[in-house]
């Protein structure tokens, strides 16, 4: 089976700093775009940032300029940079992978436990 792993949440002051991994394991055979989501009580989850395996990223537009993403393939792992934190990025966020599992072709995708992010004012 698959396992996403995330880390690296937790309280900040408007204008610090974050950094967020995700960490896959298991029967893995590849892995294509991996991502961020995040998502707030009574909301839907949203994209927050995405990277593909060649390294192509995309941003939401409200937090460009903010956030980066980054990826080890050798490890399996995402990791999203938070900077210039806002009161609006509070969330729970959610690392997510489309991948191949050993012996198959389908692409399928799995999502991680969530960690929440609380930036205060």
């Known amino acids: 089976q698959v396992q996403l792993v995330e880390s690296g949440g937790g309280l900040v002051q408007a204008g610090g700093s974050l950094r967020l991994s995700c960490a896959a394991s298991?029967?893995?055979?590849?892995?294509?775009?991996m991502d961020w989501y995040r998502q707030t009580p009574g909301k839907q989850r949203e994209l927050v940032a995405a990277i593909t395996s060649g390294g192509t990223t995309n941003y939401a537009d409200s937090v460009k300029g903010r956030f980066t993403i980054s990826r080890d393939n050798a490890k399996n792992t995402v990791y999203l940079q938070m900077n210039s934190l806002k009161p609006e990025d509070t969330a729970v966020y959610y690392c997510?992978?489309?991948?191949?599992?050993?012996?198959?072709?389908?692409?399928?995708?799995?999502w991680g436990q969530g960690t929440q992010v609380t930036v205060s004012s």
């Open positions: 298991g029967s893995i055979r590849s892995i294509n775009a």
């Open positions: 997510n992978a489309d991948l191949k599992l050993l012996g198959g072709r389908n692409v399928y995708a799995y």
